[in-house]
């Protein structure tokens, strides 16, 4: 019995790890966390077994948890990722309709299907609040401040104070290396945070020189050049 809970218990961590929800705070996504909960009942126990009355018995707790889920907005610094977020989470719930709608006609062949398209929405809806890579997620979190905060009160004191931290950040986004899968892209990341780099370099001679016009457009370029890096990751 304890051997089985324990490797219960390696398994769900080893998911946790494999689709990146172990890097998301509960504190950011609580309603998603109790979503994987069925998630991993249907994929991992009912799914390989074919065990069509545990997916029926799982339904009322998975239903009730995307019904928490829809309403869900993401934290303040994740609102770049909203829109997507909102596309994937109507996703998911198309296919937890076809999924109540095999169940309803008791089509076992279709059931499975469905479990699996649910099983790969929930991963989808995942990877939109698990950083693409660590060292940019890092590098947002200032930008968040210098655009959100500091650009829109001219605040070119706090603004000068933060382009340091930036400029590190920056510069360990330069060594990065790319995952497999994103390895034909490396070329095309490194120019881009090379940019990103020349676009900080300007920032700081505009926020020296104090003029805030050419703080803002500077601002702006290390924004756009944020931008360029993060598509060259989809």
Known sequence: MKKSFLLKAVI????????GLSGIKS???????????????LWHDAYPS???????STMPELEASVVDLVKVK???????????WDSEI??????????????????KETMLTEVESLHSAFERLVRVIRPKLAELDSFHEDLYQLYHKLMPANDIEHIRALIPSM????NKLAQAKLTRRLAEKQAAFDQKVAE???SLAELEKSAV????KKVKAAVEKVHSAYQRIDAVLE
């Open 209 to 212: 020189k104090g003029n805030q």
């Open 196 to 198: 990103l780099q020349t």
């Open 12 to 19: 769900l961590a080893t998911f946790m790890v494999f689709t």
């Open 167 to 170: 400029k590190d950040k920056a």
């Open 50 to 56: 074919k065990n069509y009355d545990l997916i029926k």
């Open 27 to 41: 504190q950011d996504v609580p309603q998603l966390e109790t979503l994987h909960k069925s998630i991993y009942v």
């Open 74 to 84: 993401l934290p303040e610094m994740m609102h770049n990722r909203q829109e997507k």
């Open 90 to 107: 109507k996703a998911l719930q198309d296919d937890l309709s076809l999924l109540q709608k095999s169940i309803a006609a008791d089509n």
